[in-house]
């Protein structure tokens, strides 16, 4: 047999490891016309998380960049840092409770 058919699957689109928030696929980004801009659901998400207004349209990375939005990025990355260390001090001192915890949001 030959590799014809393992060649022309179709191959699965798949984000970068480095893009935990949902994007957009059908247009691009306002400001720099690169990529694609960060969808409203997404920014949503972020905003709900204590992050600054991504305004529509832009990518994470022209965001990232803006000197408007940078120091509340800064401010929401070091309190999501200091979020996590906490919930791993939490799971370092009480492992059994993090284990019977993560055992019951499998079961829900």
């Known amino acids: ?31 720099c016309g690169k990529e694609p801009p960060v969808t409203a659901r997404a920014a949503d998400k972020i905003h709900a998380m204590g992050g600054p207004s991504i305004p529509v349209g832009i990518c994470m990375r022209c965001a990232l960049a803006d000197p408007s939005l940078r120091e509340e990025f800064i401010r929401f990355a070091k309190h999501r840092g200091e979020e996590f260390v906490k919930r791993m001090r939490a799971a370092v001192a009480r492992p059994l409770e993090t284990i019977d915890d993560f055992v019951a949001r499998l079961r829900d």
């Open 1 to 31: 047999m030959w590799n014809e058919f393992f060649f022309s699957a179709p191959r699965l689109k798949r984000d970068s490891l480095g893009r935990p928030f949902e994007i957009s696929t059908t247009s691009l980004c306002t400001r």
